[in-house]
């Protein structure tokens, strides 16, 4: 199955909101950090929703463009914005539908890991750039978080699994500088107390904490020069 069929199905039974609420949790202090002026382009990668380009919007950017590689997606996100200024496209990561230098920053939830050829993805987000735009990636399926690794088996789609090292040296490898990376824990998600486990998927208490705050969303942020 490829990206655009497994997320046209998954728009077409409303699961983008479900998508938006979860992600909010960590997206929200992620979208905080982004370093972003009155007029600047920005550019979602894997849109879903649209809630990252509404939120920044109200920062004051300029021109906000989400690509995403679902039509049903792009066009659920068109309908929850009346901004003629933020745009939904259809699109793969592999070549992005932007001039070299045009975009001021870039921000990526949960999405990046889908990309055919995620070396080939940064030099891409590389390209567009502005020199000193920055490229905000960030992930909750990665090596550390070991909770996250039985996910592939509810996908059919090959998601790419790297730790925390194999960020930083492709965001090298592509031509940008790494500034930062961080976990940035899920601190709104309720854990009960110990005596409510098993709870959801989780054995334990110490297992549900150490997904959610220890590990939450690997945030890797890349400069370019």
């Not at 659920?76 to 001021?104: M, T, W």
């Not at 000193?132 to 996908?155: D, K, L, M, P, R």
Request: hydrophobic share 35%.
């Amino acid at each position: 199955m490829s990206v655009r069929e497994e997320f046209d199905a998954w728009a077409a039974e409303g699961r983008e909101q479900g998508m938006e609420d979860r992600h909010w949790h960590t997206a929200r202090p992620i979208l905080a950090r982004m370093p972003v002026e009155d007029g600047d382009t920005v550019l979602d990668l894997g849109t879903g929703s649209g809630y990252a380009l509404r939120a920044l919007r109200e920062r004051g950017i300029g021109a906000a463009y989400g690509l995403d590689g679902s039509p049903e997606m792009a066009r659920k996100a068109d309908g929850y914005s009346e901004d003629d200024a933020v745009g939904f496209l259809v699109g793969d990561f592999d070549h992005l539908p932007f001039a070299d230098g045009s975009i001021d920053h870039a921000f990526s939830m949960e999405a990046f890991y889908y990309a055919n050829d995620p070396h080939h993805t940064l030099e891409e987000i590389r390209r567009v750039l502005k020199p000193g735009g920055t490229f905000y990636c960030a992930v909750n399926y990665y090596e550390e978080n070991v909770a996250s690794h039985g996910w592939q088996a509810n996908i059919e789609i090959e998601m790419t699994r790297w730790d925390r090292s194999e960020y930083r040296d492709a965001f090298r490898d592509a031509g940008l500088h790494v500034a930062e990376q961080d976990n940035v824990p899920d601190r709104e998600i309720e854990i009960p107390p110990a005596s409510e486990f098993p709870h959801e998927e989780f054995d334990s208490r110490e297992a549900m904490v150490e997904r959610y705050r220890t590990w939450g969303t690997l945030l890797t942020v890349g400069v370019a020069p």
